[in-house]
């Protein structure tokens, strides 16, 4: 009776109206001119759009919404990358997720050793001692309803702790294996980033995503004279590694085949 | 006492003035005659000319500067400067040529002073004639028209004495880019003699090479332009894991042997649509310069052109089916440009990503793709419950023809595009588990796995 219900239901709204169609907006990236970008299109043919921003310093996008760091300012992206809220925050070094429907945005300010969590209109602090901490948190991620995970660098070891955003107590604290339990914290020049699942560590020479059952994917890379890669979620499923000196690659991870992409250049705002 | 420093001032300001002297310069030296005169020779055939190179020093203040010659054989072949600045000289090309058997001599004069005296002899003995093979008289200037760097242009002329005694020919030219073959000078012609010499033209660099050819101080001009070599043939070699849309692929352009030449150019492409009247698809680009140009550069030697500091372009090929051609374009004229042509076949729907969320309304479906036909005309959905049973009544097609085509008309962004639909469920929505989408365009149809719902996107656990 149930089965028929849903059928009879999915029958009747079953059409679609040309304003159901839309040009895929895959996130948002840094193009050769340092203008924050949207990207449209699909995996292999992108094409850069108008710009959102200058002087970024970091960013973060996922389907849902996003965060974009200026000198002074964090700004707060909604579902078509517009800024919706903005904060003044210092000029400090910021690590940021963008979340995960229902959970909102997460950042956590290094200098200030503070987590925060966005909301609609302001928002909330969590309570979470610093000596809980006890290193410097390198990358976060949602982990669930009202949970996050905070990768943190204890002397050269990456350790994860799990965190309830309401109370701020460490619910759980594991050290990943492989080669990014490794080098995460040991490498010279390394840029850690959660995305769903997966850890994903760029050093100079190599991308490495470790999936959930610790299983490691290696892109090679050349990075000239030791510069520090950066890496950024720029979409749902996607990462934008930016090496000095070198194209910029667009990195899509899902599924179980990551595959990378080369970001084209400036060209001109279309 | 007062006389004394007026006459010091008198000598102070004569030494301020213009001190101006000549002397005249051979093979590049400098050479001053004791007694200030110079010789244009003793036996210079009446009608023939003697050019001889001096050099007019200044070791005083700027001055202005008028020459004048007295005697009408000699003549100045090169323009005077108004001025020469202290310390600076201007080189001057005077011609000595006779018009009857007789000893001229005529002074120079520089701004009413007398600097130096010229002398020649014109006899009436006939000089070595110089003519092409062909017999005719040797044009002026003798052109051998443009030569690529590095090659060689060839003239053959003779040199004929149409005197009964012998006659000793010193023959030469002003030095490189022209070489006469062979280099043994001088030659003595028997009377009634000739003897055919080569003159080589090879230039070093380019542009317009003036010389001129030296027989018996007899001076006809020489003129080559050197040019910029060819490029050698390039081949444009495309990289791409397979030829089809939404692709990024490298090019490469080799040669068939390292370049003589150094210069750049551009490659570009043109799309050739396959669909009529398609709107522009902006996804086909370079990478490097995210527009359909790239510009390359040529080092001498090379094997292969350069893009920037890479060996290879990086290109996307767009989603649109038609033909990419890739043309490559010299800046430097005179090269065939060349090219090169992928086609990328129609294909059915390419389906990039999906996204199934259940919510407690319904239930929500993005996805994201692309028809490089832009002739999508259906979409069945089959849902599933858990257990991978269809839900009935099975297949739900809709017909979407008109609305694909409303998008596609006003996209620049070729065949992508984004379709989000919502299914609102009366029932309960977490009974339908996954969902299967198929669609159908002009080349065929396209099939997804079973898309499951989920109710958030995947966050980290371990």
């Known amino acids: 009776m149930n089965k028929a219900a849903i059928v009879l239901a999915l029958c009747a709204t079953a059409a679609l109206a040309e304003s159901n169609f839309s040009v895929p907006l895959i996130g948002i990236a840094r193009d050769a001119r340092q203008q924050l970008r949207f990207v449209h299109g699909v995996s292999g043919n992108f094409v850069l759009r108008q710009a959102i921003g ?12 996003g965060l974009v760091k200026t000198g002074t300012e964090l700004l707060f992206l909604d579902v078509n990358a517009a800024v919706v809220r903005r904060r003044s925050i210092l000029d400090s070094d910021i690590a940021m997720s963008p979340g995960a429907m229902p959970l909102a945005a997460l950042y956590f300010l290094r200098a200030e050793n503070e987590l925060w969590v966005s909301g609609a209109v302001a928002d909330r602090k969590v309570p979470i001692a610093p000596e809980a901490i006890a290193g410097t948190v390198v990358a976060l991620g949602p982990s669930g309803r009202n949970q996050a995970v905070l990768a943190v660098c204890r002397a050269d070891s990456l350790s994860l702790l799990t965190v ?6 460490v619910m759980a604290e594991t050290a990943p294996g492989g080669s990014i339990g490794e080098k995460t914290c040991s490498a010279k020049s390394a840029a850690l980033l959660m995305i769903g699942s997966r850890l994903v560590l760029a050093t100079g020479n190599a991308v490495v995503i470790q999936t959930d059952n610790g299983g490691e994917h290696r892109i090679p890379l050349l990075a000239a004279g030791g510069a520090k890669p950066e890496l950024h979620r720029a979409g749902e499923h996607w ?24 970001l084209p250049g400036a060209g001109q705002d279309r | 006492m007062i006389q004394r420093v007026l006459l010091l001032a008198a000598l102070t300001a004569c030494s301020l003035a213009a001190q101006f002297s000549i002397v005249l310069v051979q093979n590049g030296q400098e050479v001053t ?27 005083g203040n700027d001055a202005a500067v008028v020459v004048s010659l007295s005697d009408p054989h000699f003549s100045l072949l090169s323009a005077v400067p108004a001025t020469i600045p202290a310390n600076k000289s201007a080189d001057l090309m005077v011609e000595f040529k ?12 520089v701004n009413a002073t007398v600097l130096a005296t010229f002398q020649g002899t014109g006899i009436v003995r006939p000089a070595a004639t110089v003519s ?48 006469l073959q062979p ?33 018996n101080q007899q001076v006809f001009p020489l003129l080559g332009t050197g040019i910029e070599p060819p490029f050698p043939q390039p081949t444009i070699n495309i990289g791409l894991a397979k030829i089809a849309s939404a692709e990024q692929g490298t090019l490469q352009v080799a040669f068939a042997a390292p370049s003589q030449a150094a210069g750049g150019g551009v490659v570009q492409i043109n799309f050739q649509p396959a669909i009529a009247s398609a709107n522009p698809d902006s996804g086909i680009q ?39 051609t890739f043309k490559l374009t010299f800046d430097a004229r005179d090269n065939a440009s060349t090219e090169k042509t992928i086609t990328i076949s129609p294909g059915p729907v390419g389906i990039d990503s999906t996204q199934a969320q259940r919510t407690s309304a319904g239930l929500d479906l993005k996805l994201s793709g692309f028809d490089n036909t832009r002739s999508a005309s259906k979409i069945i959905f089959t849902f599933f419950d858990q257990n991978a049973t269809a839900l009935s009544p099975g297949a739900i097609t809709v017909a979407s023809a008109g609305a694909f085509q409303q998008f596609f008309e006003s996209s620049d962004l070729g065949g992508v595009f984004g379709l989000h639909a919502f299914f609102p469920v009366t029932g309960n929505p977490a009974q339908v588990d996954s969902v299967q989408i198929e669609m159908v365009n002009s080349a065929g149809s396209m099939q997804t796995g079973k898309v499951r719902f989920t109710t958030t996107p995947s966050t980290f656990h371990r």
């Open chain 1, 239 to 262: 990462i934008q590694l930016e090496i000095a000196g070198a194209p910029s690659l667009m990195i899509r991870v899902d599924g179980t085949d990551d595959k990378c992409y080369r």
């Open chain 2, 33 to 59: 005659s004791d007694d200030n005169h110079y010789g244009f020779g003793s036996s210079v055939p009446i009608g023939t000319a003697v050019d001889l190179h001096f050099r007019l020093k200044n070791a």
């Open chain 1, 54 to 65: 200058n002087q970024v310093r970091d960013w973060t996008f996922a389907g849902f919404g």
């Open chain 1, 164 to 169: 309830n955003l309401r109370t701020g107590t």
């Open chain 2, 183 to 215: 280099i043994a000078s001088p030659i003595t012609l028997p009377g009634s003699g000739s003897k055919t010499i080569e003159i080589d033209f090879s230039p070093a660099t380019d542009g317009p090479l003036p010389n001129a050819l030296l027989v």
């Open chain 2, 132 to 179: 092409l093979e062909n017999g005719s008289p040797l044009p002026s200037p003798l052109d051998f028209g443009n030569v690529t760097r590095g090659a060689t242009a060839s003239r053959r002329i003779v040199l004929s004495n149409p005197a009964t005694a012998d006659l000793v020919v010193y023959v030469a030219t002003r030095g490189a880019p022209f070489q």
């Open chain 2, 98 to 109: 006779p018009t009857q058997a007789t000893f001229s001599s005529s002074t120079v004069t």
């Open chain 2, 286 to 324: 370079f990478i490097s310069t995210g527009t359909l140009t790239v510009p390359f550069t040529v080092r001498q030697g090379d094997v292969a052109v350069r893009f920037g500091s890479a060996d290879n372009a990086v290109f996307q090929t767009g989603t649109t089916a038609g033909h990419l």
